[in-house]
């Protein structure tokens, strides 16, 4: 067993990932009768106001506006040399190699023969910018998966066309987070600079909380499992880090971000259905929203995410639509997303 150990910053460290001490003083909550309980939920339904109440029986009750619940479709543009792409992401990997777990699976990634693209769009970055502003679906992320000035350019466009609805991620740091702030992000991705060289570093997370602020940030958590449990993995998901995804890492993490972004790596890109394991440790623990990616290539699978998810975990659908060379049509997936919210289509 892996010892704990207490950093300068009054944190334990587990598996090099923080864990910070919970607080042993509850706050005191009024108790409330059922009766009056009940009118309490109804009136705050109505107000959309979230708080939390103790009943009779003693047991805390989150109330929340079902809008404010409901699981949404985040949609997302990958920019890939220029191009708008959908790559399976465990396949894509960077000049200077691979780590043992990966390579290990007998693939040669030093030519780039392993690299598997699904598709390739004709259109711009920033077409689908204004294709999910149209339908007004917010919170999905613009990805730079290559570091050059066409997709760099690209990423500029989409996040012009469509300001404060797009989240950015690729290579993000303190030097150039506000950069992408300024192009129209409305939060920033971040993943190998917090998780550097596959350990967790406080310092580099607080430097780029202190850049951008905590609700501007998205922390990446993209994980694969690996002795029985999921670990965040960083460099083009090549790496595993040392920081499991659990209830612990959740909890601690979410303290420092406004949502998580998760890949299932080991079905993402790959249409093999969703990882359902993962989505639901997800909707029990996460205290941000969370918003999952991976597998997804049928309707079915959306209603599976929103099961296992107990109706908090957002969905990602990448490869799997029509608009990317997948089964699924994009207008299908819009309308269940209104549904979702009580909205009707924009369209």
């Known amino acids: 067993m892996a010892a704990s150990v207490i950093s300068t910053h009054g944190i334990e460290t587990l598996h090099g990932c923080p ?3 919970e607080s042993r003083v509850r706050p005191r909550v009024q108790c409330i009768q059922p009766a009056l309980l009940k009118m309490r939920k109804e009136e705050l339904l109505r107000s959309g106001k979230q708080v939390m109440v ?8 989150s109330v929340v506006q079902a809008k404010d619940r409901a699981v949404t479709f985040r949609p997302c543009i990958d920019i890939h040399k220029g191009k708008v792409k959908q790559i399976v992401g465990s396949t894509l990997v960077d000049a200077e190699g691979v780590t043992a777990e990966i390579s290990s699976e007998g693939k040669n990634f030093d030519d780039g023969s392993s690299l598997v693209t699904n598709f390739v769009s004709e259109q711009s970055a920033a077409y689908f910018a204004q294709l999910y502003k149209s339908h007004g ?10 570091k050059d000035e066409a997709s760099e350019e690209e990423a500029r466009k989409a996040l012009n066309e469509y300001p404060g609805g797009l989240q950015f991620g690729g290579g993000v740091n303190p030097d150039n987070a506000q950069k992408y702030i300024d192009y129209g992000a409305s939060h920033v991705i971040v993943t190998s600079y917090v998780f550097n060289q596959g350990e967790f570093s406080l310092e580099n997370l607080e430097k780029i909380v202190s850049v951008v602020g905590k609700e501007k940030l998205v922390l990446d958590l993209s994980c694969r499992k690996k002795d029985g449990q999921y670990f965040v993995v960083t460099d083009r998901w090549q790496r595993f880090s040392s920081c499991p995804v659990n209830k612990n890492t959740l909890v601690d993490l979410g303290k420092y971000a406004d949502e998580f972004l998760v890949h299932g790596v080991d079905v993402e890109g790959k249409r093999l259905g969703v990882d359902e394991e993962l989505v639901r440790l997800l909707g029990e623990y996460s205290p941000i929203p969370v918003t999952y990616a991976g597998g997804v290539s049928t309707m079915d699978d959306l209603d599976v995410i929103i099961e296992a998810g107990g109706g908090k975990v957002h969905v990602t659908v990448g490869s799997g639509l029509d608009i990317f060379g997948g089964p699924i049509r994009f207008s299908d997936v819009v309308s269940w997303h209104h549904k979702n919210t009580g909205r009707e289509n924009l369209n």
């Open 19 to 21: 864990l910070l001490f």
């Open 54 to 61: 103790r009943s009779a029986a003693g047991d805390v009750q």
């Open 137 to 146: 679906l917010k919170g999905g992320h613009v990805i730079a998966l290559s």
